[in-house]
């Protein structure tokens, strides 16, 4: 794994100026973290959380009002930093005089890339997706993959197909930045997120940290004798209940319940 990360932010402000009688807007406030090369991380966020502007500026897309972010080492704000990104928007457009080949070749050349390098790539690519979108982000052989929610507007099937397709990414050494509202494939697929709600950072770190059940034990035992259990069963019932032991450490709760919890401000007494 690279020392240096794929994506760093920090100290993240974005501030849009007011219009028509409204006050400026405060998108995003003093945000940071990392995403680790060759991790898939999860950005999540309820609508109006922040995290579509947060990364618009990793991408260079929007100049950040304070703070900083970088690709690779690269300022966003150098062209140089997208030359090792892929990135699929939430609503891709394409040409439609332009068949799906055709439109690889396209964003190919735009890439700098020519003749059969470019045939076998097209071809490469369109058999490992099937999705124009992913194809088109990858035909360049970016090290960092940003996908806004790759699965709107995909059935159930071509979701589970886009989750396996991040794995895979992730096999070949490339970093994957994704945000989507599916947060039970979110957890299937991230190896750390980050939880955003009112511009700022609520929740940050690794998946299987964040989602343990601290107040919590639980065991699991294989291949105990019927003695040691006959134990283990005396000493739960004698604590006033009658639970099997199945694991040990922390139990885990859900992605959508931790954001849950996040993102839901308390109500006021």
């Known amino acids: ?10 100290h993240l402000t974005k ?42 500026a990793i991408l260079g897309l929007l100049n950040a009002t304070e703070g900083d972010t970088s690709i690779f080492g ?4 150098e062209v140089a930093s997208r030359r090792s990104v ?8 394409f040409y439609k005089h332009l068949t799906g080949r055709e439109t690889l070749h ?24 099937g999705r ?8 360049h052989e970016p090290q960092l ?3 806004d929610e790759p699965t709107a507007g995909v059935d159930p ?27 039970e494939q979110m957890q299937e697929v991230c190896d750390r997120v980050g939880i955003m709600a009112h511009g700022r950072m609520v929740r940050e770190g690794r998946l299987d940290e964040l989602i343990a059940v601290e107040n919590q034990t639980e065991l699991v035992l294989e291949n105990a004798s019927p003695d040691l259990l006959a134990k283990i069963d005396a000493l739960v019932k004698a604590e006033g209940g009658g639970t099997r032991l199945l694991r040990s450490g922390h139990p885990r709760t859900t992605l959508e319940r931790l954001f849950i919890e996040a993102t839901t401000e308390p109500k006021k007494p």
């Open 132 to 139: 124009l979108g992913l194809a088109q982000a990858l035909i």
């Open 74 to 77: 690269i300022p966003s704000t």
């Open 15 to 56: 501030v849009f100026k007011g219009h028509l009688g409204k006050g400026a807007f405060r998108a995003v406030h003093d945000v940071s973290f990392t995403v680790e090369a060759g991790e898939v991380y999860g950005l999540i966020g309820p609508n109006g959380s922040g995290k579509s502007t947060t990364m618009k």
């Open 157 to 183: 099937s071509g979701s589970r197909i886009i989750r396996d397709l991040i794995i895979e990414f992730r096999t070949r050494g490339i970093t994957v930045l994704v945000t989507s509202h599916l947060l």
């Open 106 to 129: 396209f964003y190919g050349k735009l890439c700098g890339m020519s003749g059969d390098q470019l045939k076998s790539r097209a071809e490469e690519m369109l058999a490992l997706t």
């Open 86 to 93: 892929g990135f699929l928007p939430e609503n891709p457009y």
């Open 1 to 10: 794994m690279s020392a240096t990360p794929a994506v760093s932010v920090n």
């Open 145 to 147: 993959l940003v996908l």
